[in-house]
């Protein structure tokens, strides 16, 4: 699902900003490492950088929106497709679930809004860190 991904993309980008050069992991990955994202070479220094990187641009436990308001604007007339799409990820993710009508599914109420967006921002932001580590210079 491609839904406002460019969006989420310039938040990462401003949190790249922000936060991403003050963070001395991410620093050696730009300095020392950037030529494993070039040749795809995904070994122990790209996956803990990308772990890194995620967890900190996307956390689960800190909302990137916080207010039902602009989380109900966010999600607009998606708001449907985008449930189904987390309800997928966390039944592909965490296993198949006993009730298919279950609303809430892990730790993501995916009826409360502000907790789909985020878990929505999380999902999204799986891809976008693995192609800014992949290119991270021209990204």
Same mark, same amino acid.
């Given at each position: 699902?491609?839904?406002?991904? $460019? %969006? ?17 992991? &991410?620093?050696? +990955? ?9 040749? /795809? ?6 996956? %803990? ?8 641009? +996307?956390? &689960? /436990?800190?909302?990137? &929106? $916080? ?9 607009? /007339? ?10 997928? +990820? ?6 198949? !679930?006993?009730?298919? =009508? ?6 993501? =109420?995916? !009826? ?18 693995? %192609?800014?580590?992949? %290119?991270? &210079? /021209?990204?």
């Amino acid at each position: 699902m491609d839904y406002r991904k $460019e %969006d989420i993309k310039h938040y990462f980008k401003d949190w790249v900003k922000a936060f991403g050069s003050h963070h001395i992991e &991410i620093i050696k +990955f730009l300095k020392e490492d950037k030529d494993i994202s070039i040749t /795809n070479t995904k070994d122990n220094a790209w996956i %803990d950088t990308y772990d890194i990187v995620h967890q900190e641009a +996307f956390p &689960i /436990n800190k909302r990137i &929106i $916080e207010s039902p308001e602009a989380a109900k604007a966010f999600l607009g /007339n998606e708001t449907e497709k985008v449930r189904e799409f987390v309800k997928e +990820f966390e039944k592909e993710r965490y296993g198949d !679930l006993e009730d298919d =009508n279950i609303w809430k599914i892990n730790e993501t =109420n995916i !009826l409360d809004d502000v907790e789909l967006v985020n878990k929505y921002f999380f999902i999204i932001g799986e891809d976008i860190v693995q %192609d800014w580590m992949e %290119d991270p &210079i /021209n990204y």
